[in-house]
């Protein structure tokens, strides 16, 4: 009775603190035979963890969710050579996937035809990163079309935009160049927010099927704002994947 009347108050305190997992976990510990035999560290160990992992998995979850990424099953350790696709230079996915790239602020293009998996290699770095950064995944096309609109609707709002786009830690533009970009402001905008993130040494993640030497006649032949563009996205690593067998 006397550890009852010590340990239900502990419980009650973790719960108030909104640590209902430990204090679940405290109570089912109590209730077992093997309470009194636990030694300090392990007893610890065995309260905490559960709780640390609810929450670390519950932020990993906002965070996917915040980056657009939260439905999306894929990993790292999927993007390797096979019989479906080979990826340019070798072993280039296991290197991006420890990360570095995004602490070192560098740039990944990667190139290749449709469906040759250029989305699910940038999606899963993203899910990676995700454990430690802060990710947002968006179509480029859409993007621009969404940031031109609003700078001309709301400037405050759009300020807003650019400078969380411009803070996050790793920003990923799937379908770069899809279609041939016929409005000068989306070129500008563009060119800025890349711009600004290489000022800060943030990380960009760009997917296109358009081979760079043609980036220029996709944004209106303007060559100062293409030549830019494409020297920050084209700066650090360029990675080419081949499909095999028209797969």
């Not at 980056?67 to 099953?73: D, H, K, N």
């Not at 479906?84 to 035809?113: A, H, K, Q």
């Not at 996709?218 to 020297?231: F, G, H, Q, R, Y």
């Not at 690593?237 to 028209?246: D, F, L, R």
Request: net charge neutral.
């Amino acid at each position: 009775m006397y550890r009852n009347e010590k340990i239900a108050p502990l419980i009650d305190a973790l719960n108030e603190l909104g640590m209902p997992m430990m204090a679940a976990t405290l109570d089912g510990l109590y209730r077992s035979k093997n309470f009194l035999e636990m030694d300090h560290l392990s007893l610890l160990t065995a309260i905490i963890e559960p709780e640390y992992s609810t929450h670390a998995t519950k932020k990993l979850n906002n965070r996917l969710k915040r980056a657009g990424l939260i439905s999306f099953p894929g990993q790292i350790s999927d993007c390797v050579d096979s019989g479906e696709r080979e990826y340019f230079p070798t072993g280039i996915t296991e290197s991006l996937g420890e990360m570095s790239f995004i602490r070192d602020g560098m740039n990944i293009c990667i190139l290749g035809p449709s469906d040759s998996g250029k989305s699910y290699l940038a999606k899963s770095l993203g899910i990676a990163a995700c454990h430690d950064y802060r990710v947002a995944y968006s179509h480029c096309e859409s993007l621009l079309e969404e940031l031109v609109s609003l700078k001309g609707r709301d400037y405050s709002k759009y300020q807003r935009k650019v400078k969380f786009l411009v803070k996050l830690d790793l920003l990923i533009l799937d379908d770069f160049l899809l279609h041939t970009i016929s409005d000068e402001r989306e070129v500008k905008v563009l060119h800025e927010l890349l711009e600004m993130r290489s000022e800060l040494s943030k990380s960009v993640i760009v997917c296109s099927q358009r081979e760079p030497k043609s980036w220029t006649s996709m944004m209106l032949n303007d060559e100062v704002s293409s030549n830019a563009i494409l020297k920050r996205v084209t700066k650090h690593y360029t990675v080419v994947i081949n499909p095999k067998n028209g797969g």
